[in-house]
């Protein structure tokens, strides 16, 4: 019995032997694991400098004057927020449903590891989240085969460990939510709470708070754009997470679980959104400038990872009513546009042959997307051209919404030649700082910029240039006195091939009137009588200083407007006179700044004289008359109590304060133009069709009163109704210099009548 028992114990002191050799070969094997893996050989971990500083792809972003965010150039959609810019409940959120033990552990926790083991693979909440940070930074998803898994789960505890010694747990919370990706270009917290409910973090509730922290688990399948119900029920399951931690009360917890997810979906694209083209103006403007201002080590900033932030001047609710004001009037004009067309065989084209139309629309084809990718796949030219003829499914713009249709290709072109276009653009005259800017009616079908690209002849916009000259070489007054009468200039003088006899559009004349008088009917025969005065060259020189960069020819026809010029030049021209003489060159950039709020660049502010203070309020005292009795007047209806209203659009602007401006419309209404400017700010709009042979058939809806003014009166209409506006919109009178030589003051204003007249009688009589 006793032998026996003598070799019981040898065999269990044998197995005990046996077990602890095991489990020390094997936690030494653990401890070698680890060891090998902290010293790169199963893949290199990050350094010191990299756990400092984690390379995130960090978006570009792009900062209103008013501190909104207008957009992004991003690879992933990410722009980081520190942990003061969550919201408490977010935070409680994220450790009552991730991490309950977040501030108990240094990165590893141990029921979390045990549940890894057993479960091969550690998933259903086995990482902390210090661990799915070490894994959003340095290796990103997890492998699906087990054995590399194995490894990813080793690096992740130590890289876990390391970011624990090296950052706080709030860094390591903001840090986690600036990695996740939330789908639909939304990379971090902050592009999230902007893509699906339009809010910075800071401002999301309870509940939209635990819609994203449900998202951690699977954010493609629990999104809730896509999957509504199953983002519904998880965000719930936060909810009732929330409640089991403490966060929340039982009551809180039942109220926020009966109410819907109400999106706000408005993802992040680079053609979507607010401000489009101008972003896209910027995007150009950044490419010359990261090849223009290295790095000191002199390699070149990456616009869309290094995180730069460009800091603009346009202020973002002044650019959301520049918006809507071009979409309101474009698309009530549109259907004007329509009516007028109903019987035109060759719509949108007004009296141009087959051949011609041919030539337009195969221009088109040849600069389409179509084409080009046709082209760089060797696609015989034949081929491709029979293939804008084949009927196809896509996507077009309408003013109500894209509409899913079937046309051909050469069919779509031809749709959207219809399509009244717009440039629009408000500048600071004083700064020169540019407040709003509206390149087109939609970027995402028409990316054509007509404030920077598209330069259109501009009418009797150009009159003032001309008026301009004539009061600084003749010495002339708004009071002077010209005669209107028929004008003929001979074959010969100033280099012109043949006799040149400007008619008033309507073929009267008026006999003697003021300078005033004469630039507030827009008359002809007076703008061309000035520039045989001063001669062509004076005027292109004028124009010239007043920072017009286009090519303008020395012919005295340009004294009708018949020269090509860009929006955003015409406003800086006129806020010329605004600023008492001085021309300040358009400015969209206050700052750029890297990742780390390292200022890189200021923009240096670009002035000169072209005037003096008199005359160019001389030349503003000119322009108020347009506003006063010529083809601006409309918009003094329905102001001061009147119930008067523009009746070919039916708005009443009820702009009461002095308004300078002046109206445009070129030759076949191709163009219709508004400058207009009040003391701080000068806008500019032009209207019309892409090709110059679409337009309106009569002036009654193709003058620049009708097809541009709207927009300046409905965007200044909105500015002035928004007390918030940082930017404060003045409605004094414009500066009077002291000791003004030039007489202005040639008539007291006749009261203008408000009620309901027919407005075609004074836009168009004399308006080119």
């Keep these: 019995m006793a032998n026996k028992n003598s070799n019981n114990n040898e065999d269990y002191s044998k197995y005990v032997r046996k077990f602890w050799k095991i489990f020390g070969i094997g936690f030494l094997s653990v401890i070698l694991f680890f060891l090998l893996a902290s010293w790169g050989v199963f893949g290199a971990m990050p350094s010191f400098d990299q756990l400092e500083n984690p390379d995130s792809n960090v978006a570009t972003e792009i900062i209103s004057s008013d501190g909104e965010t207008l957009g992004k150039f991003y690879i992933e959609n990410r722009t980081p927020v520190k942990y003061t810019e969550l919201p408490k409940h977010l935070v409680e959120a994220l450790i009552a449903t991730e991490d309950e033990r977040f501030y108990e552990h240094s990165g590893i926790d141990s029921k979390g590891t045990l549940r890894a083991i057993v479960t091969l693979g550690g998933s259903g909440g086995a990482s902390t989240i210090t661990q799915q940070l070490a894994k959003n930074l340095f290796h990103g998803e997890g492998s699906h085969f087990f054995l590399f898994r194995i490894v990813q789960k080793a690096k992740e505890w130590i890289i876990a460990t390391k970011l624990e010694r090296q950052y706080t747990k709030e860094e390591i919370i903001a840090m986690y939510l600036n990695t996740v990706d939330f789908v639909n270009n939304a990379v971090g917290i902050r592009s999230a709470a902007k893509t699906y409910f339009g809010k910075e973090p800071k401002e999301l509730t309870v509940d939209e708070a635990a819609v994203f922290v449900g998202m951690l688990k699977n954010p493609y399948y629990l999104n809730p754009k896509r999957f509504e119900k199953a983002s519904f029920d998880r965000r719930n399951t936060v909810l009732s997470q929330m409640e089991r931690s403490g966060f929340l009360t039982e009551a809180q917890k039942t109220a926020y679980q009966k109410k819907p997810i109400v999106l706000h979906f408005s993802p992040q694209s680079h053609k979507e959104g607010i401000a489009t083209y101008f972003r896209e103006y910027l995007r150009e403007y950044m490419k010359k400038w990261v090849k223009e201002n290295k790095k000191e080590d002199g390699t070149e900033y990456d616009l869309y990872t290094d995180g730069l932030k460009i800091y603009t001047t346009i202020d973002?609710?002044?650019?959301?009513?520049?918006?809507?004001?071009?979409?309101?009037h474009l698309a009530n004009l549109q259907e004007q546009f329509y009516i007028d067309q109903k019987n035109n065989k060759n719509a949108p084209f007004i009296k141009l042959s087959d051949a011609e139309t041919e030539k337009i629309l195969e221009r088109a084809m040849k600069n389409s997307e179509?084409?080009?990718?046709m082209s760089e796949k060797n696609i015989d030219e034949s081929a491709i051209k029979a293939s804008f003829k084949k009927k196809t499914r896509m996507s077009v713009f309408t003013w109500k919404g894209e509409k899913d249709t079937l046309m051909t290709p050469l069919d779509s072109i031809r749709y959207y030649k219809h399509f009244l276009q717009s440039g629009m653009m408000s500048m600071e005259p004083q700064t020169g700082h540019v407040k709003a800017w509206v390149g087109g009616i939609n970027y995402k079908h028409f990316q054509y910029d007509h404030v920077q690209q598209?330069?259109?002849?501009?009418?009797?916009?150009?009159?003032?240039?001309?008026?301009?000259?004539?009061?600084?070489?003749?010495?002339?007054?708004?009071?002077?006195?010209?005669?209107d009468e028929p004008f003929s200039m001979p074959k010969g003088k100033y280099g012109i091939d043949a006799d040149w006899n400007p008619q008033n559009s309507n073929g009267k004349y008026l006999g003697t009137v003021t300078l005033k008088k004469a630039l507030a009917l827009s008359i002809n025969t007076v703008s061309a009588k000035l520039i045989d005065r001063v001669g062509p060259k004076a005027v292109v020189d004028m124009t010239h200083k007043l920072g017009v960069e286009s090519n303008i020819p020395e012919q005295p026809a340009i004294a009708l407007g018949a020269v090509e010029i860009t929006v955003s030049d015409m406003v800086a021209a006129y806020s010329t006179f605004a600023n008492q003489g001085m021309y300040v060159k358009p400015i969209v950039i206050t700052k750029i700044e890297d990742k780390n709020g390292v200022i890189l660049f200021q923009p240096k502010v670009e002035t000169h004289e072209v005037v003096s203070k008199d005359i160019a309020y001389a030349i503003i005292k000119l322009l108020e008359g347009v506003t006063e009795t010529g083809s601006g007047a409309r918009l003094k209806w329905g102001g001061a109590g009147g119930t008067g209203y523009d009746r070919m659009t039916g708005y009443p602007y009820s702009i009461i304060n002095p308004v300078a401006g002046k109206t445009g419309t070129t030759q076949n209404q191709s163009d219709g133009w508004f400058v207009g400017m009040v003391p701080n700010l000068?806008?500019?709009?032009w209207v019309g069709n892409e090709d110059r042979s679409a337009h309106f058939k009569s002036l009654t809806y193709g003058q620049g009163a009708t097809m541009a003014l709207p927009i300046w009166g409905l965007f200044m209409k909105k500015c002035y109704a928004d007390d918030s506006l940082v930017y404060k919109i003045s409605e004094k009178p414009f500066d009077r210099p002291a000791n003004l030589s030039i007489k202005v003051d040639c008539w007291k204003p006749p009261v203008v009548d408000t009620t309901v007249v027919d407005s075609t009688a004074i836009d168009s009589e004399f308006d080119f």
Aim: positive net charge; glycine residues 6%.
């Design 682 to 685: 000068a806008t500019g709009v």
């Design 370 to 373: 179509r084409w080009r990718i």
């Design 316 to 328: 973002s609710k002044m650019q959301k009513y520049a918006e809507e004001a071009v979409d309101e």
């Design 454 to 483: 598209g330069a259109r002849q501009v009418g009797s916009t150009f009159k003032p240039f001309v008026y301009a000259t004539a009061i600084e070489q003749l010495h002339y007054s708004p009071c002077d006195s010209i005669r």
